[in-house]
């Protein structure tokens, strides 16, 4: 059985920091990304990495304040997030694709999400 569990988000202030994981089980995936929806918005891209080569991807607006990383040790994928911004609050959530081909921000290629984690930042 495939899971993806999110963990990590939390009530922040603006200009802090704060780390997600996403632990995958069941299945090893080429892909893995993070997405987010904020509340009457739709679901946007913010970062992916291919687990094999390393190349990542990130939303223009998180540029130089988030990265993203795989510990494939640990099947797990990170989201380290410096600088936070009352828009970044939103649920985040982890979604896993295999294949060969990068789907990048492309949500429809993504074959499993998590349950999402809760992440806002106060100002």
Same mark, same amino acid.
């Given at each position: 059985?495939?899971?993806?569990?999110?963990?990590?988000?939390?009530?922040?202030?603006?200009?802090?920091?704060?780390?997600?994981?996403?632990?995958?089980?069941?299945?090893?995936?080429?892909?893995?990304?993070?997405?987010?929806?904020?509340?009457?918005?739709?679901?946007?891209?913010?970062?992916?990495?291919? !687990?094999?080569?390393?190349?990542? @991807?990130?939303?223009?607006?998180?540029?130089?304040?988030? =990265?993203? +990383? $795989?510990?494939?040790?640990?099947?797990?994928?990170?989201?380290?997030?410096?600088?936070?911004?009352?828009?970044?609050?939103?649920?985040?959530?982890?979604?896993?694709?295999?294949?060969?081909?990068?789907? !990048?921000?492309?949500?429809?290629? @993504?074959?499993?999400?998590?349950?999402?984690?809760?992440? =806002?930042? +106060? $100002?």
């Amino acid at each position: 059985q495939v899971q993806l569990v999110e963990s990590g988000g939390g009530l922040v202030q603006v200009g802090d920091s704060l780390r997600l994981s996403c632990a995958t089980s069941g299945r090893t995936f080429s892909y893995m990304a993070w997405f987010r929806q904020a509340p009457g918005k739709e679901r946007e891209f913010v970062a992916s990495i291919s !687990r094999y080569y390393g190349s990542t @991807y990130y939303l223009d607006s998180v540029k130089g304040r988030f =990265t993203i +990383s $795989s510990d494939n040790t640990k099947n797990t994928v990170y989201l380290q997030m410096f600088t936070l911004k009352p828009e970044d609050t939103a649920v985040y959530y982890c979604a896993a694709a295999s294949g060969f081909n990068n789907p !990048r921000g492309e949500s429809k290629k @993504y074959e499993y999400w998590g349950q999402g984690t809760q992440v =806002t930042v +106060s $100002s």
